[in-house]
């Protein structure tokens, strides 16, 4: 008899439950690989910052916080070039945004920065592709 079978679980749960682990991990690893070479294409292109496209980006004030970012290489200062919706198989294209003026927000609900960021887009065309980046 076995550990498995001895705490009360069949060994073919126990087996599907490490594949499932295992999974996982391949998948987090994968997904770390792709943020270093996006990452380095984002700072090819002269951003200084990557963000995800996630609650902290508003798109109709043109605005963002900086919580969780991808990388950050420095303070952001107005003329700096970012990153926004960063690159992954579901969502194919990103923007490149200049900062054009920042304020202090004391109400801010992020949890890093009461710092809130004004952009516009970088050019005409202001999204990019995976083959555009690389």
Known sequence: MNHATTIGY?????QGSL??????IVSKKMQEKNILI???SARKNGCVCALANDSWIDREKKSFYISHPYFQDKKLNIG???CLDFLNESNPKI????IISKSKNYFCPSPTSMIQYF?????E???LTLADMV
């Open 125 to 127: 065309k202001d999204s």
């Open 19 to 24: 594949q499932f682990a295992n999974s996982i």
């Open 38 to 40: 996006h990452s380095a």
């Open 119 to 123: 952009f516009k887009s970088y050019s």
């Open 95 to 98: 923007s490149i945004v200049v």
């Open 80 to 82: 700096d070039k970012v």
């Open 10 to 14: 069949k060994t073919e749960n126990a």
